[in-house]
């Protein structure tokens, strides 16, 4: 069955303290990896997609990383405007199934 | 500016009383979907649609239905709302893009902001 785990549940960093999150998954055959960022009262919002293990993508202090089995967000000297809950999503290319399998997040603090 | 606007955002209802949220997108989107969202459950998949007047079940189809007359529209209704259907819930759409090794990408979505919905 196809699964999605995330981890920590929450974290808590200072200002400038670098960090990563985790997504581990198990699916058939990955399609994608996806990461989103979810601030509290509003819907989740598209970071990056990853495709095949060893790809890699960045954004301002976020990058994204791939294995076979796991993903990693990397936080760089975080600020407090980067808290939010982060999603993990992945969707599996076995038969014509295009929904996506969902983490439950990683809530991030980041105290100034 | 792309965006996906649902309505209401806010709802207090009683159980029965029939209820529809609306959703629309502004980006010519084939792909749009119903989520909710809910503590300790995650994101769940309602209904998806690839395009006008093709529509499917996601995980949580039980006790809603959708209609895609239009493209840009896609709206969810409660025909007869239960107090299990209180929730967060969330409208996304998406191209459906092509990725490298050929399959369809709907993983790219586009969120609205939410609708809070409690049913007495």
């Known amino acids: 069955e196809d699964q999605v785990t995330q981890s920590p549940e929450a974290l808590r960093l200072q200002e400038g303290e670098s960090s990563s999150l985790n997504c581990s998954y198990t699916?058939?055959?990955?399609?994608?990896l996806f990461w989103y960022r979810q601030d509290p009262g509003k819907g989740p919002e598209f970071l990056f997609t990853?495709?095949?293990?060893?790809e890699e993508k960045e954004k301002e202090r976020l990058k994204a990383t791939l294995t076979k089995k796991e993903s990693f967000l990397h936080i760089t000297a975080p600020k407090p405007e980067d808290s939010a809950t982060y999603l993990c999503?992945?969707?599996?290319?076995?038969?014509?199934?295009?929904?996506?399998?969902w983490g439950l997040g990683t809530s991030l603090a980041v105290n100034p | 500016e792309a965006q996906v606007t649902q309505n209401p955002r806010y709802l207090i209802t009683v159980t029965g009383k029939k209820l529809t949220v609306t959703c629309s997108q502004n980006?010519?989107?084939?792909?749009m979907s119903w989520y909710r969202q809910d503590p300790g459950l995650g994101l769940r998949q309602i209904y998806y649609?690839?395009?006008?007047?093709?529509?499917d079940k996601g995980d949580v189809p039980e006790g809603y239905k959708v209609s895609r007359k239009e493209k840009r529209n896609f709206p969810l209704i409660l025909e007869s709302p239960s107090p299990n259907q209180t929730s967060l819930y969330f409208c996304?759409?998406?191209?459906?893009?092509?990725?490298?090794?050929?399959?369809?990408?709907?993983?790219?979505?586009?969120f609205g902001e939410g609708s809070r919905l409690t049913v007495l």
């Open positions: 996304a759409s998406s191209r459906l893009g092509r990725t490298s090794g050929g399959g369809i990408n709907t993983g790219e979505l586009f």
């Open positions: 980006m010519n989107h084939e792909y």
């Open positions: 649609s690839m395009n006008v007047e093709v529509t």
């Open positions: 699916v058939s055959g990955l399609r994608g």
């Open positions: 990853l495709y095949s293990a060893g």
């Open positions: 999503a992945v969707q599996d290319n076995a038969g014509n199934n295009r929904k996506l399998i």
